[in-house]
């Protein structure tokens, strides 16, 4: 409401702004146009020397023209035009004249009255630059004779321009009228450029992708430099012309350069060799021109007959890729900058086309438009390019975490029905004397095992790749650590005939604090590929330490776990692709070996979650050696000591089942919707003699609750209308339990634990339910009322 409020009283005052402002902008312009001027502006005073001109022939002999004129006359040879000076009333007055490559001298009856010439000062070149030249005048100088003599090697040395005649102001408010307003545009257009260069850079960073933004940039660049050093305006800035000449016919050069690396870029480099061979030819005839002219052989603007066929190349090339794009369906990817490259050419066109007009006056204006349009297109296409980006990005992220969602929840499905496949397996092994039965038990074990894995690998990787996989860190004993893992890889490994150690450095901490349970994966993984992808021989397991790396705070050392084998080895060229997501090798060989290819990815993504690093080193038909590197803080400073003695003493072997505890008399109750989970865990507890009753829906258990006592519940967390943790919830408010509850999930995820923990659970046990761990549990929960064995 409140919201509604604030956003109806923002458009009622902008509304208001609007109106305000357009009423405003209104009163400008009607004022303008419509009342006196009160102030001084610009002065009218500058009109054409209205006279009759007079070219002076080398014969003596006078011929009428009409400037602007542009002719074939002889080069280097004096070029006279003789007029007659009108009235001079005010001694403020001036002539103002421009010579086009010209040296120039005015004479005013016979007297030199002003000169330009380069020829001392310029740098290298034969011509002195174009320029504006001023010639002062006096009351006295009224109805005088006026001659101008020009001098030039090159084409301009038959052109006479114009000459203005005013106040000093009148003058300079017409050059400002006439070519301020392209200078303003050029500068206008250098800040675009230079912003969007910058701009350019930053969504290059930001989104790591090569815009061809930054291209269009510096064509606004060049182009905007080319306007300031070409302007009528630039000898009131540059001090020394002929540096800012060479300047300009260089600058035109690049301008096709960088025109054709944008359309290069635009069209995601589809026909990179024609642009590339067209860009270097562009370079090449830069870098040519600048040498003729540095050794003086050929003026740079001498040269602009090749530019300029340059720049006719440029056009054949875009036009060609542009025709190539219609043909090859990429019009819509690139319809938005190649309207700017189009208005590019139209306004270059326009260029021509008033450069025509009023010749020898360029101001390069269109030229700067054309790029201000091309930019503006550049621009507007790569935000759009901005906008798809970060729509695929979050799309990308939503389809990343339904994806996970997904797997989490097909893990959860699939573990679900394989805690009954093992919980009443292995009932069938705890109660089938029959050896083909047995056997058959057996294998059911092994498969559901090695399916649980696959499964256990999916929910991690999904994990992993949510960036969901958090670290769970306590103190651990590494000799635990070390005997557990014994345990599990000695039966696997003598199962292959194959011999299995661990050596542990003695002097190496006991105690320490860690991921201890994302440690033993990443060990259990390769130790299990060790195994897998090993026929004859051994597996050892080198553990040692190193306090010497440099940034380890006091308590901490960097553990290394090596696990070597001798195996089939790994090929070279597969070692670089090991830690990459379901990649196998050599299935040839390994065709019936079982794995997803995602335990190396896995292992490899937690170890460097723990910032630490996985190191390989294999000898193809040799053996391999896996190596992770982990920092980790050590607890006390009690030692590991001689780990084998250890090891040996715990070792046990795979004994067939026989209860650890009796508790006859006891209740326990087990609430799952699934009637067969809830009869395995019945089944698994048989042997104990706990009167184990069931509930089916979190209904059922209340009602159970209200009518009997249990000494321990065991409830599932996902059930259809209540789930478990309401359940349990309920119990307590209704005052019904006083005994304690433990959660039973499918649901892997880290951090589940913690979280039934909070709610109030006494205990947490994962699906598919290991009968060693429920017993444990329950005979924890029951101890002191029990019969210990
Ligand atoms: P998998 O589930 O296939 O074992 P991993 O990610 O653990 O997946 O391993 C990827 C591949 O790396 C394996 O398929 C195998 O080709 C190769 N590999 C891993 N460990 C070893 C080893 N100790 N010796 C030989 N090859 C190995």
Redesign the pocket.
Known sequence: MQNNKLNLENVILTNILMILFFALMAFLIIGSLKLPREARGFDEDCVELDTDWYMIKEDGSREKIVPPLWFDYPRNVPFLVEGTLPEIKDSRQMLYLRSSQQDMEVYIDGELRESYSTKDTRPFGKASLSANVFVDLSEEDSGKTILVKTLCPNEYSGTFNQVRIGTYTGIYSFMLKRYGFPFVTALFLLVLGLINVIVGLILQFRYKFAFSLKYAAWVAIFSSVQGIVESKLRQFYFPNMSVVGAVSYCVIGFVPIVMLMYVDAVQKYRYRKMFRISIIIALINVVVNMVLQLLNIQDLFESMTRSYVIFGLALVVVVTAYIMDLKNGYFKEIVIPYIGVSLTFLMGALEVVSQLIHLLDVTDFFLNIGAISLLLFALIDSLMQVADMDKEKQKAVLASKTKSEFLANMSHEIRTPINAIMGMDEMILRESSEEDVRGYATDIKRASENLLDIVNDILDFSKVESGKMDLVLEDYSLSELLCDINNIIKVRAEKKNLDFSINADESCSLKFYGDESRLRQVLL?LLN??V??TDTGKVVLNVGFDKSEIGLGDDEVIMSFSVK?T????KEEDQKR?FTNF????MNR?RNIE???????ISDRIVKLMKGRITVS?VYGKG?E?TVFVPQKTVGSEKLGNIKDRLEKDEHEITEYKETFKAPGFKLLVVDDVAMNANVIKGLLKKTEIEVHTALSGIDCIEMCKKEKYDLILMDHFMPNMDGIQVFEELKKKNLIDCPVIALTANAISGMKEMYLEKGFNGYLSKPVKPAELEEMVSTFLSGKTDQK
């Open positions: 993984n590929n060790a897998k992808y084998d195996g089939i080895g790994i090991l990649e196998r090798f050599d390994n794995g997803s290819g995602l335990g190396l990815a294999s391999s896996f």
